[in-house]
Structure formats: C-alpha cells, structure tokens
C-alpha cells in the first residue's frame, strides 16, 4: 500500500462502467423481448443464461417456508436480530404527511404516501447476499409499499440460494420469483402473464442489470447506479494499526476496483498500518482480489491536522468513512461528505454491512456531496395540498393574476380571476 | 376538446425529447470548450447564441440593487409576499439530524446538512419568469444551501431582466451570471475562472439545457428533467363549467404539448366545459398554442363514480391534479399519485404556480406514482452515523463475523474480530 505525497493523487472518482454497445445492444434486445412475449421471453432467456428450464417463475410459499424451516437456526437467529435492527432504525426515518391551516381558512400541506409497488433485484452468483436483500426491502417495508417483489436469477437446478430466501421472508417480501438479468428488470418494469409490473425497482447487479435500470428509468423510479465500494479511514496516533488494515482490508476484499484510502496525522501509524495490510493481506482467502485493489485504489496520506484530514476527507466524499482519533464524535461531527461514518474504534465497518441498523447501500464515487443512504424516503412520494378557503382567493387573486401576467400567461391570470367574475356564469 | 369514450385513450405519458444527433454534438462540443477554455469559452458561446459580447459574466451588485429599486414597488411587494409564502412553506419540511442511543452505550443516526453549493439555471427568451426563480432558489435556501448560483443568458444589450434579478435578490441568491444554454450548464459544472463549480444544478431550460443537464449528471445532481405541463380536474355537478375550463386553460397556454384533461361524473358538466372551452380559447393571447395543446392533448372522461374518477386519476398520476367535488377533501385524500392537489372551487391552480407556498416544480409524464414536488429534502444530504461501544461490538462481533462468512467475506468477519484478538497487537 503506497504512501503518498499529494492530496492531487487522492481521487475516489473513477469512470462508471457504461457497458459496450454490444452489452448495450443485448439488453435492448431482451427487454423487447421481453415487452413482447412476455412469460415465454422470462422462460427462454432463463435457460439461455442461467441453463434451467423453469416451469413456474414464482417461488411458492411451500419453497420458502421449506427454506426458513431448514435454515441453520443460529444463522436464521442472527438475521433476524438484524433485520431487527434494521427495522428499527429505519423506523426512525418515518415522516406523517402534514397540514398547516391558515387564519383565512385555507390548508397547506404535504400528503406523503408510500410508493404503492417496488421490485428489489438480488444478484445469483457464487455467493448469496442476503444483507442485500434486508438493506433493499426493509425501508420499503417500513415506507409502506405494500407490494414487494423480488427477482433473482436461479441457479442450475433452478433453485434460489437459501439465504436469500430466508431473508426474503423475514424481511417480508410479498413475492418472489426466478428471474434474473436484464430480463428480471424488463419483467419489473413491463409486466408479463405472470408478474405485475412495479413502479420502482432497487437493488445492485451487473453491467446487463445495470444497463437495463438505467433503460427503463422514466417508466419507473430506479436506485442509484453504484460504484466499487469505497472506504476512508481518519486516523491519528491512538488508533490501532492491525485494526485499520483489517477494516482497508475489508473492503479491498470486494473488488478489484474498490477503494481503501487512510488519511493519517502519524506517520508511525502509516508505515505500521502498511505492513499490516501486507502481513494480513497473504492470509486472506480473497487476497488476490484485495492486492489488486490495494495497488490500483489503495493509499496512505499523511497530514498535518485533523482539519487538513477533514478536508481531504470532504473532497473525497467517501462511501464509507471510520474516524479513529482521539474525540472522534467531535471530528465526526466536522465531516460535511460522507455516506456513513463509523466512529471510533468498536465501529468497524462490517458492523454496518450487517448489523447495527443503517443501510449499507449508500452514495459511491464522490456523489456523498449530494446524496444520501438509500432510506425510507426513496419509498415514498409527496402530493403537495392547496385548499384556499374563498376568503383567501378573494383576498389574493388580484396579486396572483399580477404576477401571471408579469410572466406573460394571460389564462392563468383570468383562471384565478373567474372565480369572482361579475358576469357569473 | 373532445369527450372520450374509453380511458384507453387517457395517458399523460408522452415521449420525452431526447434530442437529435446533431444537438447531441453540439452539446458535446460546447461542454468540451467550456472545460478547456473556461471563460472565454463562456464569453464566445455568449456571443455567439445571445448574440453579445460581455466584458464580464458577473452581475454587480449595484445592477442587482438598480434593478430592485426601479421595479413597480407594487409588484415588488406581491412578488415578496409570495416569496414569504414560499419560504413559510418549505419551512415545515426542513428536518433536523437525530441520534438514539441504546443501552450499550452505542450512538446511531442520521446527519442531515445541506449541499454546499447549488446551481439555478434561469432560462431566458421572451418571457421572464419570476415564479422559477423563487421556486427553485428558495427550497434551497430553506435547507441551508450557502451558496447558491443562478445562471441565465443575457439579451442582446447584456441584461438580465429586472423581474429575475429582482426575484432572485429577493430570494436569496448568493451569485448571479449572465450565461445560458449549455455553457452555463457547463460552467456550474465544471467551473471556470469566474465561477466556481457547484454540487447540484437544478431549473428548466431547453433541449440544449436538457442534454447539457443529463451529460453532467454524476459529475453534478441535478433536478428531473421536467416534460410538459398537466392537469386533470376531476368534477362533479356541483363545478362551474367556466371556472373549470379556464383553469384547463390555464396548463394549455404553456405548451403545444401540455395536457388538459378533465375527469367528470356529470354528463351536463363535461358538454358545458366543452363549450365554455371553446369560447374562452378565443379570447387568449396564447390562443393558437392553447388551442393546438387541447386539440391534441385535452380529453374530457365521463365516469360513472367518484370512486371511478380517483381510479383514473391514480393510472394518469398527473402533476397538477383539481378536484371539485362534493367534500372535495375527503376526495382528494384517496387519490394515491398526484404532484399537486388543489381541492375545492378557490384552489384555482395559479394559486400554486404563483403564490400559496407549495413548489410548482412538480413530476411530469406519470412519474408522480414515484416522484414528489422539489423540497427541501431535495438539497440535503444524510450521512448515517454508526458509533458502537466497546461493550456492544463485544456482544455482537461474532454474530457479524458469522453473517459475513454466509456472505463469503472473511476479511469482513476478520475485521470485526480483529478488535478482541488474543494476540492483541
């Protein structure tokens, strides 16, 4: 892990993979496909990609219950004192809609309601991400969408991983099937015989699944489109080297193209939290996925003050920041952009992936500058209410038609203006 | 404007512009000049498109105090008065940061601040609008936004006009410059010598601004890219026939393109607005771009119930819905997908354009089934906060390390682990 002299070469902002044409054009092909021959299209592409020839998409409650019932009990227990959690802290996040009434008889407010159908994308693959699964469907749940429906690419034998199944029942997902790829998200936007169309899909996957979000998005709402994750670590003399490198490690064990960045006061703990990540890296089941990612996006920066790192640790606007310092809440506190910040030295990262409550799908690649956690109020919508009493209109309509025609609209002017109109009708 | 018969042929979803080949390019190529020639690329594409050679892109303040103090003071007032309203409005939606604290000493929550620097694109042309200033500034400033920049091009003599200036002093506005198109787009995004770049971009602006808007997305947030304009009203014979076709009206004078529908459980209504439409078309100023948006875009619906009608109403999920009705309010309370909703005679919809408080930047094309009105929400961002306490990772750091190894992610479960390590460091 190389340690660095200028701040220029930090730099969270890597290129967002955009996909081929040919990826492109494959995608564009599936989701016709699957707007025209629905069904058939879910069964056809399934055995193309996934090598199973389903007779049913939908996963039946026998199958789920069979899941949950045969799950190791110690693991089931675990998630579910996550989803818990989980739960509970998005339950915090609640808004009631409001109203504010004014002298003149008129109400004001905001009518906040949840979105009324979400589909939640789960990659297949080699390994299971059940976190997934609870991170997408738990503050839909807690919004109020009624209808939950996931899609998930089954494996050879058609089947879904029991993981996620386990956690899709915990988590109270309403219905599921096995359909995964450009065509699950062509299914979740378009409709077929069998599933029903949503109004907004959320959920990670690859660059087909990707391509396709970014291709239905206007027919409905999508998530973010999410980078290679990202940690930073502030740290001054008091933190614990072996600590850090196994957090940086933690990351780097993701992807090749994640990022692990520590920002340091000590040039102590630089040099002892390099051969850290050196000495643990070899050891690590995952180590050439992690050194790779450590020699392309890994750095070490030192700095002169805690405030020079907060600034640095501003402009980077990490996914994931851990503050390791001495009065590190009150560091904390300094930082403007960062998508969860893990303080002190019990908040190691995994602690959020998992299991203390906040969502671990947050902002990558710098865009904590303006967004946010994926949370509760990505599964609502607002109506804003107008009821003006006839006190009200009549008190204002001559200002509201001044400024209409200020801005040149003559029949919003006489709109307002009809209600008073001495003619009548 | 025709009655229809099937709701079939009810829909407010209409392509989006996506632009041609050629403005693509063209878009393309300016945002490039503007990222290596900086201002005076900026001063150029000025020239060029607005047809003015600046000798500076700032307006002073004197110009901005000038434009103040020599504006009808009647309309200054009425403009604001509207501001107040605006501002007392978005108010209520501001929210604070929150923690909880469990028993174990840990701290989890939210931090919720402002964007540091936002971006108001201000279109120029023939009409000034006023009402876009305060409605895309003031949400903003309301969330505590510190710098807010507007851009808008300059007519030919190098001015902005004074209802603009004059609005955005009264709004708040931090900086202003004179570039429009997508070289203003490009300075907010990429900054210049004169400006400095800015987090979010949001306001209208045409095809050019549109393409500008969605190429710097990543680099920058930005708002939705707004379609044409819509309302529904939906009635019964308790509405008065002018009242309702001049609020009709109202959205059609904005664009060929806008959309008038109304939605009526009387026969005797939907033949008398006919008319009343009719008669009121030829009257308008804006008559022949009224008159082309209800041939195309209007339609009046016959239903058979109330409840028929809010059905309706929920499939189009319009951006400004009108409901004048018998208890009008507990009507519009089962609408689920509206952007606006006016409720009852005097809620004319230029109250909500204009003046009452509610924000008029409002989701298009349907997508108000997943979509909300610009607020305050819209410029901040959260950042979760994770701080467990020694006791709490203790209890729980192997039910973590137990769901990272389902996940695959051993140097997840190491991480954690790595905090209670015999060895100790």
Redesign the interface.
């Given at each position: 892990m190389k340690i660095i002299k200028s701040k220029q070469a930090l730099s969270l902002k890597r290129t967002?993979e955009s996909g081929t044409d040919e990826q492109q054009r494959v995608v564009e092909e599936i989701l016709q496909g699957v707007k025209e021959r629905k069904d058939e299209a879910l069964l056809d592409y399934t055995e193309r990609f996934d090598g199973v020839r389903l007779s049913r998409l939908i996963v039946t409650g026998e199958e789920l219950d069979q899941a949950y019932d045969t799950f190791d009990p110690?693991?089931r227990d675990?998630?579910e004192?996550?989803a818990r959690n989980i739960t509970s802290?998005h339950e915090?996040?609640k808004?009631q809609s409001?109203f504010?009434t004014t002298p003149d008889g008129?109400?004001?407010g905001?009518?906040i309601?949840p979105?009324?159908s979400v589909g939640v994308y789960v990659p297949g693959g080699?390994?299971?991400?059940?976190?997934s699964v609870f991170m997408n469907v738990i503050p839909a749940k807690v919004a109020g969408v009624k209808r939950i429906v996931m899609v998930s690419p089954p494996n050879e034998n058609g089947d879904l991983p029991d993981?996620v199944l386990v956690a899709a029942k915990i988590a109270g997902v309403t219905e599921i099937y096995k359909v995964g790829g450009a065509q699950g998200i062509g299914a979740l936007a378009y409709g077929t015989e069998t599933i029903e169309p949503v109004?907004?899909i959320t959920g990670p996957g690859n660059i087909y699944v990707a391509l396709a979000k970014r291709a239905v998005y206007?027919d409905?709402?999508i998530d973010m489109i999410a980078g290679p994750s990202e940690i930073v670590v502030l740290a001054d003399d008091t933190a614990?080297?072996?600590?850090v490198a196994?957090?940086l490690?933690?990351q780097?064990?993701?992807d090749t193209r994640a990022c692990s960045i520590l920002v340091t006061t000590s040039e102590k703990l630089a040099f002892r939290v390099q051969e850290e990540v050196e000495s643990?890296l070899t050891r690590?089941?995952?180590e050439s996925i992690?050194r790779k990612a450590i020699r392309d996006h890994g750095a070490i920066y030192v700095v002169t003050s805690i405030e020079e790192g907060v600034d640095v640790i501003d402009e980077l606007a990490p996914e994931h920041l851990e503050v390791m310092t001495e009065d590190?809440?009150s560091v904390?506190?300094k930082?403007?952009?960062?998508?969860?910040?893990?303080?002190?030295?019990?908040?190691?990262?995994?602690?959020?992936?998992?299991?203390?409550?906040?969502?671990h799908v947050?902002?990558t690649?710098g865009?904590?500058?303006?967004?946010?956690?994926l949370?509760v109020?990505d599964f609502v919508?607002?109506?804003?209410?107008?009821?003006?009493?006839?006190k009200?209109?009549k008190d204002?309509y001559q200002?509201?038609a001044?400024?209409?025609r200020?801005?040149?609209?003559?029949?919003?002017?006489?709109?307002?203006e009809?209600?008073f109109?001495e003619d009548g009708?």
């Open positions: 967002v110690e693991l675990i998630l004192e996550a802290f915090e996040q808004r409001w504010k008129s109400v004001l905001q009518k309601q979105i009324e080699t390994a299971a991400y059940p976190s993981g109004d907004k206007g409905v709402d614990v080297a072996s600590e196994a957090d490690l933690s780097a064990e993701h643990q690590l089941p995952r992690a590190a809440f904390a506190m930082v403007r952009n960062a998508g969860a910040i893990f303080i002190g030295r019990y908040s190691s990262e995994p602690v959020g992936d998992y299991f203390a409550g906040p969502n947050l902002p690649n865009t904590a500058r303006f967004s946010s956690p949370n109020d919508k607002k109506s804003s209410i107008i009821q003006y009493s006839e009200a209109l204002h200002k509201i001044a400024f209409a200020l801005e040149g609209l003559e029949a919003h002017a006489r709109a307002v009809s209600r109109r009708e």
